[in-house]
Each structure stands twice: as C-alpha cells, then as structure tokens.
C-alpha cells in the first residue's frame, strides 16, 4: 500500500461539483488499487473570504506544505466581484502560488480523437495533438519592479511594469521542460524576444547554456514568441514541449488550449522545486453562470488529478488509465453539455464521474 495526503481546495461556483467526481475516482483507486489516497478538504477563494475574511488563510497554506499535493477547483464569482482586489478570490490563488513556489506551470493541449470535430482548426491540422506548454509562473512581468500607476501632473499618467528574469529562474524552469520532453517526444522549443528584448536575450543564452551542458541529448529550438504564436496556428504537430516566460506562457497556453476546442476538458499542473507540493487544477474558472445545475464538466479536473498521479505521485500507469478511461468515455458518446455533439447523449456531472469509473471497471 501506498499512502498519500492530498489536500483539495474546491473552491467557489462550479469547483464542489467537479471536486465531488474527482473524489468519486479517488474512493474508487482507494478500493480498487494498491494506493491510498487521504483527501483533505481546506477553503480557498470566496468560500475562505466568506468564512475566514481572507481568500487563502495562512492555516490552510501550511495544510497544503503538510500534503502531497493539492487539487483545486477554481475560484471567483459575481458575489466577490467589488472585494478589495488584494481580497479578491483570485488573489488566494496567487498567494498560493507564490508562497508554495509553484514556478513552473504545465498545460497540456491534447486533442481527444472523439473531440477533434470540437477545435476551430481544421481536423487534418490537431487530429492526435499532444503538446505540453510549460509556462514560468513566478517571475517576469507581472511580477517585476518597478510597477505601478503614476501622475505626472500635466494631465497625463504613466504605468509601469517591468520584465526581469535572472539566470536561476530560466534555468530551473528550462530543466523542468528538457525533463519533461525526455519522458515525451524529446524536444523542446523556447519562444522569447530576443530580437526586441534583453531579457529575452538572457533566457535564449542561458537555455542554450544549459542544453550544452545537461541537455544535449534533447532537441532544442528557439523560436521567437509572436512566431509561435503564428505556428500553433498553423502546424500544431511541430511541438512537443514548448517553454516561455509568464507573459507570452499566459497567451501561448491559451491559444493551444482553444486547439483543443473546450475548456472543460483541460487540466493543468503548477510544479515548485523536487520534493516540494505541487498544485494541480482544471484550466477553466468557476463558471458562476452554470454552477449548481450539473452542467459542469468534470474531466478537467479529473484529468488534472491525473497528472497529479503522474508527477507527484509516481502512478504513471494509473495515470495513463484514467486518460485512457476518459477517451472511452468519450468516445462512447457520452457528453456534458459543453462537449455535447450531434448522435451523442447529454449526461450530468455526476453521471459522467460514474462513467468514468464504469469505464475503468471494464
Ligand atoms: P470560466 O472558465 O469560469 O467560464 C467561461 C465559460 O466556460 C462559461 O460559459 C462557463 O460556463 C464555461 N465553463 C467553464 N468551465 C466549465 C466546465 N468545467 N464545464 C462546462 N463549462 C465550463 O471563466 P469566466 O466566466 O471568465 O470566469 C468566472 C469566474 O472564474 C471569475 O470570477 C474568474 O475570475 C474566475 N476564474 C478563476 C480561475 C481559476 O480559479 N483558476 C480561472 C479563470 C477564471
């Protein structure tokens, strides 16, 4: 038996229906397989603002340090919308990110056979896409100083943010990439601007630096960040793991996520340093304008807990059979309304997390 503490955050709107489905899984590996899964349930966002007056307490930050990993649903809805924006529930979010140290956030974009038809794109240009965006977390931009609004007093304003990025921050989210396409398709591509910025400049030398001297063995290739934005578009299949700063991961992930054609599909994984707990949690926010009517679909973040088996878990095989069980699923024909086709059948929430485990059953 294996033993693990995972620690679940499910968050405001849609995130305690698609957290219930997600639990249904984990009672079913706990009596079905030879890991033990102890859930823990802690608040975050509004339903913590509500309940503690902050949107992450420190209580339930050192919860998560004791865990193996967290889940998290999402946060944020119409009812918090006018809280002081340090309050705000997405500020919750950010903190834990910050103070557990999640610096590498992985997205991947996978176009399920059944859902090809989903996509904007034309079938030939995503049909088997499996692509991974690894997207710095902590640094950059949105984090950088100076930042900030200021008057200059002849009526006019100037904000300021600034993009700063040292070679420790590149070089420990480069590795998580070229680590990451060696258990894939063994290459990487990091985009940046180093036609038009220093420190883009910095992180092409310091990726290259360390491919030289740890990665040779993984192609690399540079490509600048507005290219690959034109490339995702227009061969998808090119990339294998592509990794970028905060600010051009923040667009690039979302463009590769709409490849795939729904956000209810789409998991995510925020990694810190080895050994450290790490946070895994569906793309897609709270979806105030279905929540509590089970329309929501759980396979984001079913699947998010399925990268939570692989990387912080090592259950790489269990893993790979809840992704199997959820093509299955899909390609059964059994749809929330979301992923909903012509010929399939409009299930619920809760009739999906059962059929998911049906289909694991089998
Ligand atoms: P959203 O992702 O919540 O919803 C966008 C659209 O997608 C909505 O029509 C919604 O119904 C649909 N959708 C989302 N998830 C779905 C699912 N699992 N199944 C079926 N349909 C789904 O984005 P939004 O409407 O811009 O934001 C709503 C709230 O969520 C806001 O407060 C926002 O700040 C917050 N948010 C939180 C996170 C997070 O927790 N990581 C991410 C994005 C937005």
């Not at 903190?95 to 991947?108: C, S, Y």
């Not at 998580?176 to 601007?193: H, I, M, Y």
Request: glycine fraction near 10%; include cysteine.
């Amino acid at each position: 038996m294996k033993d693990y503490i995972l620690q679940i955050l499910a968050g405001d709107g849609i995130g305690s229906e698609i957290m219930a489905e997600a639990k249904k899984l984990i009672a079913w590996l706990n009596s079905n397989t030879d890991i033990n899964i102890k859930t823990r349930d802690g608040l975050i966002g509004g339903a913590s603002i509500d309940a503690y007056g902050v949107p992450f307490s420190d209580e339930t930050l050192e919860e998560c340090r004791a865990a193996d990993a967290i889940l998290l649903g999402a946060v944020g809805g119409p009812k918090w919308a006018d809280v002081e924006y340090t309050l705000r529930p997405e500020a919750g979010l950010l903190k834990a990110r910050k103070e557990l140290e999640l610096f590498a956030n992985l997205r991947p974009a996978i176009v399920f056979d059944a859902l090809v038809d989903a996509s904007s794109l034309k079938p030939e240009i995503v049909k088997g896409l499996d692509i991974l965006i690894v997207r710095e977390l902590t640094g950059g931009v949105y984090f950088g100083e100076p930042r900030g609004i200021e008057d200059l007093g002849n009526g006019q304003r100037r904000g300021v943010n600034t993009q700063v990025y040292t070679t420790s921050e590149i070089e420990r989210v480069a590795r998580v990439a070229f680590d990451l396409a060696k258990k894939r398709g063994n290459k990487v591509t990091s985009c940046e601007k180093s036609n038009v910025m220093e420190s883009g400049l910095l992180w092409r030398e310091d990726v290259t630096a360390l491919h030289a001297k740890e990665f040779s063995d993984v192609e690399l290739e540079h490509m600048y960040a507005d290219n690959c934005a034109m490339q995702l578009l227009r061969n998808p299949s090119q990339f294998d793991v592509i990794v970028t700063d905060n600010l051009f991961g923040d667009i690039l992930s979302d463009e590769a996520a709409m490849l795939t054609g729904s956000l209810g599909m789409l998991p995510s994984a925020s990694l810190g340093i080895q050994g450290t707990t790490a946070l895994y949690e569906p793309v897609h926010g709270s979806a105030p304008d279905i929540a509590g009517q089970g329309k929501a679909n759980p396979l984001a973040t079913i699947l998010s807990f399925a990268m939570c088996l692989r990387y912080s878990f090592e259950q790489g095989d269990l893993a790979d059979r809840i992704e199997t069980a959820v093509q299955d699923v899909l390609n059964s024909g059994t749809r929330t309304p979301d992923i909903m086709a012509k010929g399939c059948t409009e299930i619920s929430t809760s009739a999906m997390g059962d059929a998911l485990i049906s289909a694991l059953e089998k």
